[in-house]
Structure formats: structure tokens, C-alpha cells
């Protein structure tokens, strides 16, 4: 028995250190005598380690800034890698809510990236991140996570009322991005002040790093766009996931490009850096909702991307396939795209897709297809209100009647909206 007990435990557990607001980084870390900072945890961590941080407001001052490289300030940097089967954890303690501050944080000249994770194997979950700056006047972008490491799981962060991109991803495979919220984030500060970078979701991974998924995550008002993965040289996949209001302030004032999901593209790459296939990216049971420009968007994308029962109320084109040819300059309309019962309804403009070469793309059960008059009654609701509401205590979605058929019409017809 006691032999079993021991093989059971040792090899499983690692340590636990606290971080608290009212901690001391020479302190021992425990939860009586809790360290002050993320970065002295870290120091203190092994594999298979967890660090709580309780709740707080954590209010970051400049002189925390752990590093700074060329045109970066890395506020946060967690550089240090779990391994396989014991990541390293940063979460919020119980139920309790840890808030970091990053507002009096205002290198001159410097991107802030207050969380810069060069890390793998780590598990960041339950934190807030608010206030992020930006401090340079040209073309610039703050982050709120950076995330360059792989296997990485990030889970119940919210990021929001700042400057900066809520996370953002390029050197790293095999990174989840669970039940993250974004929005009100905008940079008034840098070129035209309208924030065109800062997006809620930002996924553009080098060549090789495959297999990023972004699964229920909301974005709104944010300055750009909800999600975007431009210049992506490897798929990646957004599933339940929420886009609203984006490239609106929150009074609506319109501010930037404000798509609900930028999929694709590679802007004015050469055509020798653009890759060959293009890589497919997948958005499925996905909500985009009075963006300001298009709810689902393949911005000129050198291929065809999936596109799987996704939903799109008041978006101004809820739909727009637009692609390109391997050239990466002449726009053509939408090729290759596989698009499944995918419902539109009322789009600001009069069309509910653009940009299609149906001919050359594999439609089933779109409710553009079909010789269908949608109203208001066939959902159980269209309270736009509701997207808004609290997740789960799981951090889920909240389980809402918006968009959902309730005439089964639509689920006759074909457009299934789930
Ligand atoms: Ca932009
Ligand atoms: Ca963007």
C-alpha cells in the first residue's frame, strides 16, 4: 500500500508556489508568505509546477520590465519551458480574480508586450490583462500575450481596455487559445489613432508551426479586426468562436478594418514568401455579429479555406470569399473554399456573400444557396444583448438563444444554424 501510495504521488505532483498583490519577491512563496511577481515565480518553478496568483490588482510599474530587446519591452517574460506531461501553470487561484495593470507602463519607443511567453509547455489560465500602452507613433502594435513557444494552453484570459492586440501568436505549433475573451482594446496613440492592429485574436504562424486552434473565444470592440490570421503559413483553426462589433469604439464610432474573422491572406507579400498550397484555415460554428466590415472574410487568400456552420446577422457583407491568385495580386472572386451550412441574415449591404466563384467552390446547405426568405421569426432570438452575458462556471460560452432556429425551417430547408 504504501509503496503504491508513493508511485502515485511523486512523479505526479510539482510544487506549488503563490504570487500575491500584498506578496514579496523574498519571500518563499508560499500561500502565507507569497511571492510579489509572476517573474520570481517562474524563477522558483520546475515541470509539472503550479503557480496560483491570487486576486488582486496587480498594478505594474516600468521598472518590472524584465527585458528589453531591440524594439520590444517584454514586461512579463516567461521564458521558461515545461516538458511533455508537466507544463509549468500560471492560474488564478480558485475562484479569485488576478487583474494586471499595465498602464503606468510606458517605455518611450518600445512595443509593450506585457506578457511575452517564449515558453512551452506552459498552462496560463484565469488572468486579466488590462491598460496595455502603446507609446510609439508610427506603425506599431502592443500585445496583451505574445505567445512564442508551442503547446501552450491559454485558458479564461481577458484581455481588454487597452491599446494592444489581446493575443497574439507567430513562432509556435500546438497552442490552445480556450475560452479567452477580447475587447474594447485600441490604439489611439500611433499612426492615424484608429488602432488598425489591434485585433482581439491575432494567429500568424511561421511555416512549420501547424496546429494552433482558437476554441470559444468572443471578440468585440475591438479597433481592427475580431480574429485575423493574415500572412499565416499554416492552417489554423477557429471554432465556437464570437466576433462582435469590431472596428467600432464602443460609442460605434468607426475606427479601423473591423472584420468579425479575417481568414487568410498575405497582404503584399512577394510571391516567393507566400506559400504553395496555400494553407487551408478552418472556421467552424462561429458567430460574427454587426462587424463593421465583413462577418467572414478570406481577404484575398491565395486558396480555398473551410468554412463549416458558422452564423452572420448585420455584418455589412456577412459573407465575403474574395481570393487571389498565386500571384498575390490579382483578386479574384472565391475559389476553393468548402462552405457548409453557413446562414446569413440581414447584411448591411443588400448582398449576404460577395466575392464567390460558386462553380469552383463546394457549397452544401448554405442558406444562401437557397431560394429561402429568412425573417426575425425563424430564430429565437436576435437580442444582441445576450453575447454579452457571463460564461459559464466552466469559463464557457453562455448557452444563448441567439441566432438558434425555431421554426425548424431553416433546419428543413438546410441551413442548419448550429
Ligand atoms: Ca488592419
Ligand atoms: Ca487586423
Same mark, same amino acid.
Given at each position: 500500500?504504501?509503496?503504491?501510495?508513493?508511485? *502515485?504521488?511523486?512523479?505526479?505532483?510539482?510544487?506549488?508556489?503563490?504570487?500575491?498583490?500584498?506578496?514579496?519577491?523574498?519571500?518563499? /512563496?508560499?500561500?502565507?508568505?507569497?511571492?510579489?511577481?509572476?517573474?520570481?515565480?517562474?524563477?522558483? &518553478?520546475?515541470?509539472? =509546477?503550479?503557480?496560483?496568483?491570487?486576486?488582486?490588482?496587480?498594478?505594474?510599474?516600468?521598472?518590472?520590465?524584465?527585458?528589453?530587446?531591440?524594439?520590444?519591452?517584454?514586461?512579463?517574460?516567461?521564458?521558461?519551458? #515545461?516538458?511533455?506531461?508537466?507544463?509549468?501553470?500560471?492560474?488564478?487561484?480558485? =475562484?479569485?480574480?488576478?487583474?494586471?495593470?499595465?498602464?503606468?507602463?510606458?517605455? =518611450?519607443? *518600445?512595443?509593450?508586450?506585457?506578457?511575452?511567453?517564449?515558453? &512551452?509547455?506552459?498552462?496560463?489560465?484565469?488572468?486579466?490583462?488590462?491598460?496595455?500602452?502603446?507609446?510609439?507613433?508610427?506603425?506599431?502594435?502592443?500585445?496583451?500575450?505574445?505567445?512564442? #513557444?508551442?503547446?501552450?494552453?491559454?485558458?479564461?484570459?481577458?484581455?481588454?481596455?487597452?491599446?494592444?492586440? /489581446?493575443?497574439?501568436?507567430?513562432?509556435?505549433?500546438?497552442?490552445?487559445?480556450?475560452?479567452?475573451?477580447?475587447?474594447?482594446?485600441?490604439?489611439?496613440?500611433?499612426?492615424?489613432?484608429?488602432?488598425?492592429?489591434?485585433?482581439?485574436?491575432?494567429?500568424?504562424?511561421?511555416?512549420?508551426?501547424?496546429?494552433?486552434?482558437?476554441?470559444?473565444?468572443?471578440?468585440?470592440?475591438?479597433?481592427?479586426?475580431?480574429?485575423?490570421?493574415?500572412?499565416?503559413?499554416?492552417?489554423?483553426?477557429?471554432?465556437?468562436?464570437?466576433?462582435?462589433?469590431?472596428?467600432?469604439?464602443?460609442?460605434?464610432?468607426?475606427?479601423?478594418?473591423?472584420?468579425?474573422?479575417?481568414?487568410?491572406?498575405?497582404?503584399?507579400?512577394?510571391?516567393?514568401?507566400?506559400?504553395?498550397?496555400?494553407?487551408?484555415?478552418?472556421?467552424?460554428?462561429?458567430?460574427?455579429?454587426?462587424?463593421?466590415?465583413?462577418?467572414?472574410?478570406?481577404?484575398?487568400?491565395?486558396?480555398?479555406? @473551410?468554412?463549416?456552420?458558422?452564423?452572420?446577422?448585420?455584418?455589412?457583407?456577412? !459573407?465575403?470569399?474574395?481570393?487571389?491568385?498565386?500571384?498575390?495580386?490579382? @483578386?479574384?472572386?472565391?475559389? /476553393?473554399?468548402?462552405?457548409?451550412?453557413?446562414?446569413?441574415?440581414?447584411?448591411?449591404?443588400?448582398?449576404?456573400?460577395?466575392?464567390?466563384?460558386? &462553380?469552383?467552390?463546394?457549397? !452544401?446547405?448554405?442558406?444562401?444557396?437557397?431560394? *429561402?426568405?429568412?425573417?426575425?421569426?425563424?430564430?429565437?432570438?436576435? @437580442?444582441?444583448?445576450?453575447?454579452?452575458?457571463?460564461?459559464?462556471?466552466? #469559463?464557457?460560452?453562455?448557452?444563448?438563444?441567439?441566432?438558434?432556429?425555431?421554426?425548424?425551417?431553416?433546419?428543413?430547408? /438546410?441551413?442548419?444554424?448550429?
Amino acid at each position: 500500500m504504501h509503496i503504491f501510495c508513493l508511485l *502515485l504521488t511523486l512523479p505526479l505532483f510539482g510544487a506549488e508556489w503563490f504570487v500575491a498583490v500584498n506578496g514579496r519577491d523574498s519571500n518563499v /512563496g508560499s500561500i502565507d508568505h507569497p511571492f510579489g511577481s509572476i517573474s520570481r515565480a517562474q524563477q522558483s &518553478s520546475k515541470p509539472g =509546477d503550479t503557480v496560483y496568483v491570487r486576486g488582486g490588482r496587480y498594478k505594474i510599474n516600468e521598472s518590472e520590465i524584465a527585458k528589453r530587446e531591440k524594439i520590444w519591452a517584454y514586461v512579463i517574460l516567461l521564458d521558461k519551458s #515545461g516538458k511533455p506531461g508537466r507544463s509549468i501553470s500560471y492560474i488564478a487561484y480558485r =475562484d479569485e480574480r488576478p487583474v494586471f495593470d499595465f498602464s503606468e507602463v510606458k517605455p =518611450d519607443g *518600445l512595443r509593450v508586450h506585457a506578457f511575452e511567453v517564449k515558453g &512551452s509547455w506552459l498552462y496560463i489560465k484565469g488572468l486579466e490583462v488590462v491598460g496595455v500602452q502603446v507609446t510609439v507613433k508610427t506603425h506599431t502594435q502592443s500585445i496583451c500575450f505574445s505567445n512564442n #513557444g508551442s503547446n501552450n494552453i491559454y485558458e479564461q484570459l481577458s484581455m481588454h481596455d487597452g491599446q494592444a492586440i /489581446g493575443l497574439y501568436s507567430v513562432r509556435g505549433a500546438n497552442n490552445l487559445f480556450l475560452n479567452c475573451d477580447a475587447y474594447k482594446n485600441h490604439d489611439y496613440i500611433s499612426e492615424d489613432k484608429l488602432g488598425g492592429n489591434v485585433d482581439g485574436f491575432g494567429c500568424h504562424p511561421r511555416k512549420g508551426y501547424t496546429n494552433n486552434v482558437f476554441r470559444g473565444c468572443r471578440a468585440w470592440f475591438n479597433s481592427d479586426d475580431g480574429y485575423d490570421c493574415i500572412n499565416a503559413h499554416e492552417a489554423v483553426v477557429f471554432e465556437n468562436c464570437w466576433a462582435f462589433y469590431n472596428g467600432y469604439s464602443p460609442e460605434f464610432k468607426s475606427l479601423k478594418d473591423g472584420n468579425g474573422f479575417k481568414a487568410g491572406g498575405y497582404g503584399s507579400t512577394p510571391v516567393d514568401r507566400v506559400p504553395d498550397p496555400a494553407p487551408r484555415h478552418v472556421v467552424r460554428f462561429c458567430l460574427a455579429v454587426r462587424n463593421k466590415a465583413y462577418g467572414f472574410y478570406a481577404n484575398h487568400h491565395t486558396g480555398g479555406s @473551410d468554412w463549416i456552420n458558422n452564423s452572420a446577422y448585420m455584418n455589412k457583407n456577412n !459573407f465575403n470569399m474574395l481570393c487571389r491568385l498565386k500571384d498575390n495580386k490579382t @483578386d479574384v472572386p472565391g475559389y /476553393g473554399h468548402k462552405m457548409n451550412n453557413n446562414i446569413g441574415y440581414k447584411s448591411s449591404r443588400r448582398e449576404e456573400i460577395i466575392q464567390i466563384e460558386r &462553380s469552383e467552390c463546394d457549397l !452544401f446547405n448554405n442558406s444562401f444557396q437557397m431560394d *429561402l426568405v429568412i425573417n426575425a421569426n425563424d430564430f429565437a432570438s436576435l @437580442d444582441e444583448k445576450l453575447l454579452l452575458l457571463p460564461r459559464n462556471s466552466y #469559463g464557457g460560452l453562455p448557452n444563448i438563444d441567439f441566432m438558434r432556429s425555431v421554426s425548424g425551417r431553416l433546419v428543413e430547408e /438546410g441551413a442548419l444554424v448550429e
